[in-house]
């Protein structure tokens, strides 16, 4: 099995922990809502001894999602961009047809892409990413980014 088979299971697998997450964040969501609306009906449930309040367990759920989902959006987004672009100039792709819009300061961490390509590419890719790279920063630097309103 070639490596380039393995990069391929690789962003697979992200795509995959990516709809995961999501899948949990949606639990963690639905969760926090009942036991907020619980909370609106009733004020404390006795566990034990101590009465603990469905709020309490509202926050919980809520602080789930926003970790799931900064995880989500944050590293595991970026780790599949960053191997996407590493497969792409692997094929051969330019990275203007990769990439054709990009927004503004949003540009990939081309540090972890050569990492990639080294880690998965053969001796010949290799030789040409510095070619590619230049292209890609060309590329960037022509893009015209749209002001947000």
Avoid at 18 to 32: F, N, Q, V, W, Y
Avoid at 140 to 147: R, S
Wanted: charged content about 30%; aromatic content about 10%; overall charge positive.
């Amino acid at each position: 099995m070639s490596r380039f088979v393995h990069l391929k299971i690789k962003i697979a697998s992200l795509a995959a922990e990516s709809r995961i997450i999501r899948a949990e964040e949606k639990k963690a969501l639905k969760h926090g809502r009942f036991c907020l609306k619980k909370s609106r009906e009733r004020d404390e449930i006795a566990f034990s001894e101590t009465p603990i309040s469905y709020a309490d367990f509202a926050g919980s759920h809520y602080q789930a999602y926003e970790e799931l989902y900064k995880h989500r959006t944050g590293i595991v987004r970026r780790v599949a961009r960053e191997n996407l672009l590493a497969l792409g100039f692997l094929r051969g792709l330019p990275y203007a047809r990769i990439e054709p819009r990009i927004r503004k300061n949003n540009h990939p961490n081309f540090n972890e892409i050569i990492k990639h390509v080294k880690k998965f590419g053969s001796a010949e890719q290799i030789q040409g990413l510095n070619g590619w790279l230049d292209a890609a920063w060309v590329h960037i630097d022509k893009l015209e980014y749209k002001e947000v309103a």
